[in-house]
């Protein structure tokens, strides 16, 4: 009798926990949650010091969500690069001169213009000679560089006997951008080494070939000539550019700065671009100091909001997590916020100042968390800018006719990932230029099924290889089984949120998508190559082995055959290599291009493996997604912030590309949902369920927000446990998942 009671008591308990959290029975016991994770994101975690930094001083940029500037190698004071739309000058260069009073000599900051000339064929000189060659100028001397976000450290030395008398001292620099003005401050803190005072005049010396107004689609006439009008201004008829300073009221050419015998003393500097017709600032400014604590500050608040709304992880494989933080830090740094761009904040697709859906859709799992209301704006700019006629949307808004055949797709991905984060299903009611969501979402589908149909259900994209992925050699086009699946997926998704509401349109839609897939998987399966084919109109095939192919894992358009056939290409010296996967696999001699590195074969746009590691979780091969998340967390070796694409053998810094990417996002999504095993459902429903490596010793997620309840994760070597709300709501092995109701 006693057993059969036990007996109920534990059936028992077993229903209460699977009522919950359909793990082990969690206790009913209140307790604290013992996930904690001190990990907050800051400047100091992310910084790198700049001879472990592989990006070229252009592409290696200060950010503060107004404007940018970008660092100059071998110099200690000087920076390049303006960016405060609409003003732009990409080879403006600022740099401090400093002329001692008593030695009478020049000492100029000016190792990196003798660099580039050197470099550029201009100078045969050798920079080296300066400071003992008599035809060669004395020069600040660099010794050390670091970066980190909004603010780059360097350290100098000067040290000259001229006649009796010596000149030495040493020399910190801090340069950042303002977060509230359009201002570049740089202070600078010298030592005079010296037992006698050092006087100085700091001198500015800027210089560019252009200074312009840049306003897409808005024609501006040409400027004049960059002048300096004064020692402190470089100006044209469009833009002006004012050197200011803490120091005091100015001598003709400069600033008078005395500093005693070994002491150190800080000066402050601010470079205030503008649109000519504003008014000029004076050279005197003594808040400098206030106005850099202000622009600190908003850096600081920003990772603390995102520290806030978005999970926080630990574990014993210190790549992954930089790989984690340095993925959040990506989309951070597409964040801008200026009154004068479209909307605000206006996420763009990276260093460019346009957005596009198909780039911002790699990020959309992690900015719904991170900024739901940022995009739920940007899917609505997207829907502004027309049905099928644009992609890149610049940053005022006037949008030129280009176009991609994944942008559809990218949009429906972006509003999913909204939907299932948020619950905020009344968007769909929301009206857009005289439609709702849902109708446009349906005109769209109707129009790419109008545009691009074919008899047999598949849609035709054209001969035009960029349309689909811009490569350097053809086939990639006309009938492509990726983009084909992803409309079957995006058929049905309508044709579901059709019938909740009793459309009578839905069937049509979910005919469609019946259609396509089984035409997809008749006409273009390749089952000798496991592998997907390309159709042309004239009948004939050809295969590509490109890496778009794997967007079909999650449509639910592929059987599990095909899934394992298709992952079984995912192997060392075919997709996989050294640093994440190839665009098209190795084994394609006929498309592989060593130097096209996105989609064209010898590296990777850095959004699309991750994004595969995150698929190849949800699958059920952890072990393969593992394998790319492990490549690809090398790239935080050598670069601070994800650029557009890298290199798949080596790091090589290509500097026509952009070197942030908001793609880049998908590393911290490939993380979450994929390793920690996140899996929130439509309907409201959460599942959970890690896969564990062995590299992640004993690894924690803290902090996710989903539908009112917070949880915590806890990933041990024989089990995981989850915490709902501070609470244990149960303890799991692996390949058990835990399932949390809808409300």
Known sequence: MNRKIILILMVLIAIAGESYGQGNPASDVVTPSPVQVATQLTPELLGMD??????????????NGRGTVSIRDWSVTGFQTLQFPPIYARDYHFQLAFRDEKAKVLIQDLTADAHEKLTAGMDARDPLASNFASSRPFATLLQREHWQPNLYVRTGTFHKKFNDTWVTFGIQTKTSVSADKDEIYLEVEIHNRNSEPLSLTVIPQQSAPSLAVEIPKVNTPAPSAAQHPDAFTLANSQVRVTAVSDLGEPLKDGWAWEIPPHASRTARFAIIPQEASSSAPAPYAPDIAERIARADHALRQRFEWASEN????????????????????????TRWERENFLVHPFYAVGTWLYTIAWDTSYASELLSMLDPKGLQEAFLTYLRSGLLNCTYIPWNGKAAEAWYAQDPFAKMRILQDYLRQTGDYAFLNHVENGATVYEWMKRMGAEVRKQRGRPDGLLDFGANSNNMLEIRTDGYTNVVA?????????????ADWGRERHDPEAEQFAQWASQMKKSLNEELWNEQAGWFDNLFRDGSRQQVMSYHLFDLLTTGTLSERQQQRMVSHIREGEFLGPYGMYSIAKSDDVHWDLMDEDWGGGGQYTGMPLRIAESLYRLGYSEVGWDILTRCGRWTERYPYLPQDAF?????????????????????????FGVFGLHPAMDGSLEISPAYHQELGEAKMAGYHFRGHTYDIALMPADYSVYRDGKLAGRNGYGVPMKFPKP
């Open 50 to 63: 700049r001879n472990q930094i592989v990006l070229s001083a252009r592409r290696l940029r200060l950010f």
């Open 310 to 333: 978005l999970p926080r992880i630990s574990t014993a494989d210190q790549q992954l997590n930089e790989l984690y933080y340095r993925s959040i830090l990506s989309v951070l740094e």
């Open 482 to 494: 990726a983009t084909n699946g992803m409309a079957a997926e995006y058929f049905q998704q309508v």
């Open 648 to 672: 798949t053998d080596s790091f090589t810094d290509l500097v026509e590309d952009m070197s942030l990417e908001i793609a880049g996002g998908s590393g911290a999504q490939a993380i979450l």
